[in-house]
């Protein structure tokens, strides 16, 4: 199966096009940044000549609002109409859970338009909406530091490990489309406040967690529907603690 990856320099595009490669499929990845819409018409029919499928995992580089909002609705526009006219039998989009619930935030606003485009596309679809990464947790720690203290929402959390990630869309792209969204999720329910504890004792941080109910995550309040997926979730196998306990592994022996 010839696979089109349309990837930003990240850990998922990575990993998903290692995962494919693996299953003998072949891979054409196009980065996404400084972004595809500077490809020609000529140029991005041909990366997507006899393409089946076009997995977007692409991500802005920069959060300010305009740009984001170019990459995820003109640069998703040009890549959709030329699948239209490649005869593309699938197109997956990694999203996020909860996006909906931070109209105030312009990276969800744009992945909302981002969702929109390839529902109005009429090319066969699967959107992949997944939770937060557990690599998210260190970014919540710093947004929420005040000298020695960190103030974390105590809403619920269900973060799923990168590799989990990976291993969902891999399956899903050489799936049958759903035209419809799948969500993925960790295998836990915890308190965001609880995590980040937990994560700052096992890296030895000396930094005190403070449960704030105000304490925001982009930009907004949050509650335990916020950040968690609905209920039939696709569920990753990942603990945190397994997945923290084999960072802390490979940073050990890094440091050696």
Not at 179 to 204: F, S, W
Request: glycine share 8%; with cysteine; net charge negative.
């Amino acid at each position: 199966m010839r696979i089109v990856l349309i990837r930003s320099s990240d850990v998922i595009g990575t990993k998903l096009a290692n995962r494919l490669h693996q299953q003998g499929h072949l891979v054409v990845s196009t980065s996404s940044n400084p972004g595809i819409k500077t490809l020609t018409d000529e140029e991005l029919a041909n990366a997507l000549a006899r393409a089946q499928v076009v997995v977007d995992v692409a991500n802005s580089p920069s959060f300010e609002d305009m740009a984001v909002l170019e990459l995820f609705e003109t640069s998703g526009g040009n890549v959709l109409a030329a699948e239209a006219a490649a005869g593309v039998e699938h197109h997956v989009a990694l999203s996020l859970v909860g996006i909906e619930h931070f109209p105030e935030n312009g990276h969800c606003r744009a992945k909302m338009v981002q969702e929109e485009l390839i529902k109005a596309s009429n090319i066969p679809y699967t959107i992949v909406r997944s939770t937060q990464f557990f690599e998210t947790v260190d970014g919540i720690a710093q947004s929420g530091t005040e000298g020695k203290f960190v103030r974390a929402s105590p809403a619920l959390f269900q973060p799923i490990g990168s590799d989990d990630v990976a291993d969902a869309l891999a399956k899903i792209t050489v799936g049958v489309p759903i035209n419809g969204t799948v969500e993925i999720a960790g295998p836990e329910r915890v308190p965001i406040d609880e995590l980040v504890r937990q994560y700052l004792h096992t890296t030895k941080d000396p930094r005190t967690v403070i449960p704030d109910v105000h304490a925001r995550f982009f930009g907004a309040e949050l509650n335990d529907r916020s950040l968690t997926p609905g209920d039939d979730p696709r569920i990753g196998p990942t603990c945190f603690e397994d997945w923290l306990s084999t960072v802390i592994q490979t940073n050990d022996h890094s440091e050696g």
